[in-house]
């Protein structure tokens, strides 16, 4: 089997695979639901009759936002099938793409970057929703209304330790690393210390210079309380501007000022075909995204990954205390 064909064979077991594990971490209690909502009364069923496979990639947000499309699409009259919690991006994008699952939530900067192929960014946040809106139309995927919430890339650093070296930009990491470099220390993942969007070209675009013995490579999750207990390193990348962990454990997000990294505000993606025979889908979903700002995402991710919570739970409990549910 040529190297080509292995690879393809490979990546279609590990999406098999992951799409029979999900519904497991993370998981709503039951596999399928209709009306209702998770207990909340409908104030229509312009949906009864459909049936739809909902999905999302393996991280708190993702499956969040999984659950909340759930709850309010089953609270309008929908059968629906969870299956959130698939690992990775690909393996997500390719479920939807294959008709393996329906629909699920992603963001601008992966589709325009990581699906589309793009190398360089809009650095406005709506330019850069229509310019992949457009795009993935070609691709027959089309994206509902974006949130206003961008869980882009991020720098973290300990909130003492920001007020000891004097940072809060990006810029002022690069002034660290110039006159003191014994403070400029960073933990990344590993994955991202090698993306053209990630730690080599943000180096680059700031001007850091960084010993190799400055940088240690770590798990995503574990950058969080890596850089939170200091000693390893004062400032984790990557960390995401929307997780929860970031006020839980005292962390402070610097500002990008020289706008680097690519926008990821978040959108319900659907086949087009799908959208056209549910219409509604659009009418229910629009005002979901209109009120997930960060600090309302932040909150939400907050009572799952800080406090314990169960994703299906803070969702419905979150979509009900909305109205969306109505």
Known sequence: MSRARWMSAL????????????????????????GGGGGGAASDAALKGAKFTVSSKDFTESILLGK??????????????????????????TALTSGQVDMYWEYTGTGW?????????????????????AADAKNGIAWLPMAPMNNTYAFAVKSDVATKLSVATMSDVAKVAAAKPGEATFCIESEFSTRDDGFPGMVKAYGITVPKSNVKLLDTGVIYKTTAKGGTCNFGEEVFATDGRIKALG????????????????????????????????????????????????????????????????ADEWVKSQGLDK
């Open 11 to 34: 990546a279609a077991f590990a999406l098999a695979a992951s799409l029979s594990a999900c519904g497991g971490s993370g998981a709503s209690k039951a596999s399928t639901s209709s």
């Open 68 to 93: 909340i499309t759930e709850a309010v699409l089953s609270a309008h009259g929908a059968t629906v099938v969870d299956k959130t919690n698939i690992k990775g991006s690909v393996n997500t994008r």
């Open 113 to 133: 970057i990581t699906y589309l192929k793009n190398t360089k960014p809009l650095p406005d946040p709506k330019a850069q929703f229509d310019a992949v809106k």
């Open 251 to 314: 962390l402070k997000v610097l500002e990008d000022d020289k706008h680097f990294f690519p926008n990821y505000n978040a959108a319900l993606t659907l086949k087009q075909e799908l959208l056209t025979k549910y219409p509604k889908i659009a009418a229910y979903i629009a005002p979901v995204a209109a009120k997930l700002d960060n600090d309302t995402m932040t909150a939400l991710n907050a009572k799952v990954d800080a406090e314990g919570q169960d994703p299906g739970d803070v």
